[in-house]
């Protein structure tokens, strides 16, 4: 097993758990080994089957390596414009949520941060963009072992500072 009870990991989608037991359970004659986890931000509480742990994409938090990683892929500009409908590119960070890669996640923070400089976001794009940070937040302050209120000012400056002395830039395609 990859995970030991106290152990924080996340979860795609919901971010930043702890593993809060393991257990043997009955299911349709089987037993089955399952992780309980609780959702820090929620207290939701979700059973994984352990041998389910890579196919639903459960994983350690990321590293202070991963951190500085994920903080210069905040400040790249980009020079492209999205044409794109907003649904579409609603579809496109859906899904890159969905991953559960922190990597991936900062792309539609970085990206949607930008565009909003540019024209106005549709409802669905604002709530994606607040998700996207939360999730970022949550994690990167696991992670650096700091409040979320000092990560989220991190992340302001960041995003501030990458528009740079010519104004916003737009999201890349």
């Known amino acids: 097993m990859?995970?030991?009870?106290g152990d924080r990991a996340v979860y795609p989608g919901q971010g930043v758990t702890e593993i809060t037991g393991i257990e043997s359970k009955q299911i349709s004659g089987t037993t089955v080994v399952l992780y309980m986890l609780r959702v820090l931000d929620t207290d939701r509480k979700i059973m994984i089957p352990v041998s389910k742990v890579k196919s639903v994409g459960l994983r350690k938090v990321v590293g202070d390596e991963d951190v500085r990683k994920i903080y210069d892929?905040?400040?790249?500009?980009t020079n492209t414009v999205d044409r794109?409908?907003?649904n579409r590119r609603y579809r496109r960070y859906v899904e890159?949520?969905?991953?559960?890669?922190?990597?991936?996640?900062a792309e539609v923070m970085r990206d949607l941060s930008r565009l909003k400089y540019t024209k106005a976001l549709s409802f669905?794009?604002?709530k994606m963009l607040d998700q996207a940070r939360t999730?970022?937040?949550k994690e990167i302050s696991v992670?650096?072992?700091?409040?979320?209120?000092?990560?989220?000012?991190?992340?302001?400056?960041?995003?501030?500072?990458s528009q740079g002395p010519d104004g916003p830039v737009a999201a890349s395609a």
């Open 2 to 5: 990859m995970f030991k009870i």
């Open 96 to 105: 890159k949520i969905n991953t559960g890669s922190l990597f991936d996640i």
């Open 84 to 86: 794109q409908t907003w």
């Open 124 to 126: 669905g794009e604002r």
């Open 73 to 77: 892929l905040l400040r790249q500009r």
């Open 143 to 161: 992670a650096r072992q700091r409040t979320e209120e000092e990560i989220l000012d991190e992340l302001a400056r960041i995003i501030d500072e």
């Open 135 to 137: 999730l970022l937040v």
